[in-house]
């Protein structure tokens, strides 16, 4: 039997009070939230080791089932390379946010992003290629801290309330690759999942220091909208067989 998605929440461990009223007001007005504390130590150290793996026996086909970013090391396609990865699909707290933002959805994407030492600067941009009113949003990501973000490393720039433009950056901007009046950047401690609007400007920031910083995106679309990964084209037998329905469900699979 198919799983309606309050269901497959509910199994999830999601419940209408895992946000309190503030952070769903920050969510709303500024369009994004941190919320520490979601990986453990010990999820880190096992998330670490896995990417580098990973990206060793991938090499330059490394993260090509999606998107290749010179300067950077990227992975795609986690869901089906190691069960390590399924808290990004299925953390309460951050499906909790998720649904705030777009009711109902399914994962688009589960990729990893490594900004190389002197590299990973990118320009303003919005993760929709079209401006959207207030309200009618159609996707929604989140960024796992795998380091420690700091001012050097090459944190994520947002600025707050531009989900709530109806504009893209590009329309708005004079040169989206320069700093912006009242940027932010993201900075926290590693294990922290900052979950954003999809529609808010952002963009990665320059790594200054001598260590590649690391991040998992676990990206959510609105049921129905196409997913930058077909998860159902991808979907392993391995994988559909570990996975729960309600995770599956969250897959769209």
């Not at 060793?56 to 290749?68: I, N, P, W």
């Not at 399924?86 to 909790?96: H, K, N």
């Not at 900004?115 to 929604?140: F, I, K, M, N, T």
């Amino acid at each position: 039997m198919r799983l309606d998605s309050g269901t497959a929440l509910r199994e999830l461990g999601v419940s209408a009070g895992q946000l309190t009223a503030a952070e769903r007001a920050q969510l709303d007005n500024d369009g994004f939230l941190p919320l520490p504390g979601i990986l453990t130590g010990r999820q880190l150290q096992v998330i670490r080791q896995r990417l580098a793996e990973l990206s060793a026996a991938e090499g330059e086909r490394a993260g090509l089932e999606v998107h290749q970013e010179e300067g950077t090391d990227r992975l795609a396609d986690l869901v089906n390379k190691d069960p390590v990865f399924e808290v990004c699909f299925t953390s309460p707290r951050v499906l909790a946010a998720v649904a705030h933002v777009l009711g109902d959805f399914t994962l688009s994407s589960l990729n990893s992003r490594a900004a190389r030492p002197g590299a990973g600067h990118q320009r303003l941009h919005a993760d929709w290629g079209e401006p959207v009113s207030q309200g009618d949003y159609q996707v929604c990501n989140s960024i796992w801290l795998i380091d420690d973000f700091t001012a050097a490393n090459g944190p994520t720039r947002v600025v707050p309330g531009s989900h709530r433009s109806a504009q893209l950056p590009r329309q708005a901007v004079a040169d989206p690759e320069a700093s912006y009046p009242g940027e932010v950047k993201l900075l926290g401690r590693a294990g922290t999942v900052v979950i954003f609007n999809g529609h808010l400007w952002h963009g990665g920031t320059q790594n200054t220091t001598d260590r590649p910083r690391r991040a998992l995106h676990s990206y959510f679309c609105r049921r129905g909208r196409k997913q930058q990964l077909d998860q159902r084209a991808y979907a392993r037998p391995e994988t559909l067989a570990r996975l729960s329905p309600a995770a599956r469900h969250i897959l769209g699979v």
